[in-house]
Antibody, heavy 120, light 112 residues
Framework: EVQLVESGGGLVQPGGSLRLSCAAS????????MNWVRQAPGKGLEWVSY????????YYADSVKGRFTISRDNAKNSLYLQMNSLRAEDTAVYYC?????????????WGQGTMVTVSS | QSVLTQPPSVSAAPGQKVTISCSGS????????VSWYQQLPGTAPKLLIY???KRPSGIPDRFSGSKSGTSATLGITGLQTGDEADYYC?????????????FGTGTKVTVL
């Protein structure tokens, strides 16, 4: 079964750090571009970051640039999001999402999400 | 704030049809493929439409997509209670910086 499972969310104080992980299974992870998308409570979807299949190309939303770092370990079939200098406005459910091959912008597989709460 | 504008809500009776618009610009919808996502309450989003009008396997043909210029539209026919959800359009955007994906503001579909 094709699956993405996020972990690493939790409660963190403003200014703190957290590292999210996304474990992939059921497909050749190294062949796919990956993204992180977040959703604040009661709000819409917000794209956070993109990484190419090899990890050589990376993009960030302006709202997280300089604070978040996306990475991947294809040998471990895992995607990561290192989040530093966290702010209250980073509170959200964070989803990892696979981008369909040869179909730019089509996020065809999503994880169940992991909740990040930034609060003192 | 999103650069893709959707109506906050649409509603119709069971069996009827609804359409959801997604308005953007030449830097996003005008020059890129549009996808549509369905998010049922308390669940992760699900891909409904990609490449403007293609359906992934398993998505019924009650769902359709189209694009014209800088706008896209999602149509749902034969509305069912199970279609009550939030719907989002999405596409890549090149106006601000390289590599910026944008989602629409989201539309809540209510089955009366």
């Amino acid at each position: 079964e094709v699956q993405l499972v996020e972990s690493g969310g939790g409660l963190v104080q403003p200014g703190g750090s957290l590292r999210l992980s996304c474990a992939a299974s059921g497909f050749t992870f190294s062949s796919y571009e990956m993204n992180w998308v977040r959703q604040a409570p009661g709000k819409g979807l917000e794209w956070v970051s993109y990484i190419s299949s090899s990890g050589s190309t990376i993009y960030y939303a302006d709202s997280v640039k300089g604070r978040f770092t996306i990475s991947r370990d294809n040998a471990k079939n895992s995607l990561y999001l290192q989040m530093n200098s966290l702010r209250a406005e980073d509170t959200a459910v964070y989803y990892c999402a696979r981008e369909a091959q040869l179909e730019p912008g089509a996020f065809d597989i999503w994880g169940q999400g992991t909740m990040v709460t930034v609060s003192s | 704030q999103s650069v893709l504008t959707q109506p906050p809500s649409v509603s119709a009776a069971p069996g009827q049809k609804v359409t959801i618009s997604c308005s953007g610009s030449s830097s996003n919808i005008g020059n890129n493929y549009v996808s549509w996502y369905q998010q049922l309450p308390g669940t992760a989003p699900k891909l409904l439409i990609y490449d403007n009008n293609k359906r992934p396997s398993g998505i019924p043909d009650r769902f359709s997509g189209s694009k014209s210029g800088t706008s896209a539209t999602l149509g749902i026919t034969g509305l069912q209670t199970g279609d009550e959800a939030d719907y989002y359009c999405g596409t890549w955007d090149s106006s601000l910086s390289a590599g910026n994906y944008v989602f629409g503001t989201g539309t809540k579909v209510t089955v009366l």
